[in-house]
């Protein structure tokens, strides 16, 4: 729902269309707050292990090759699935989107709890992948969010607020 809504009365001779002042509410605030700790929650996860690659492969006994795929998964499925994840975005709006990418982040964090027995590697790689698919729902969120809850002069402001919660934890 934009509430930044444009009134076309278009009155006799050409009369520029009515613009309706843009409702803003103080709720938007803990929408971009609680948007930036979810973008937060999933950037985190994106360098789990490779920042600690000698610990994880000792403990898994996988290659370092393995462990970089941990990282690189993200870059390989955002290629593909942004299309369709930003076809959602537009076509079902941010709500459900969002609701996805937040789904998919919890469901690839509970099975990535499952890999905690040192031949369960495979397990934490399934979830650390779903948690990837799910980074699609989130980077093209800070725009749509901004434009369509924040008033003109605070669009800008707002999608950096919204961008700054995937590069928090980078």
Request: hydrophobic share 50%.
């Amino acid at each position: 729902m934009n509430n930044c809504n444009e009134e076309a009365n278009v009155g006799v001779g050409g009369a520029l269309p009515k613009i309706e002042k843009c409702k803003v509410y103080k709720i938007r605030w803990l929408v971009l707050a609680i948007f930036v700790v979810y973008s937060a929650s999933n950037a985190m996860q994106w360098v789990q292990y490779s920042i600690i690659s000698e610990v994880i492969t000792n403990y898994y006994k996988v290659s370092t090759d393995w462990v970089n795929w941990t990282s690189m998964i993200y870059m390989v499925l955002y290629i593909p699935f942004i299309f369709p994840g930003s076809y959602i975005l537009d076509k079902l709006g941010l709500r459900v989107s969002v609701i996805i990418g937040i789904i998919g982040t919890c469901a690839g964090s509970w099975i990535k709890v499952g890999s905690v027995h040192p031949d369960r590697f495979w397990v934490g790689f399934l979830g650390h992948s779903i948690v990837a698919l799910s980074q699609v729902f989130i980077l093209s969120v800070p725009a749509r969010l901004a434009a369509v809850w924040f008033g003109p002069s605070q669009v800008s402001s707002a999608c950096s607020i919204g961008v700054f919660g995937n590069q928090v934890n980078t």
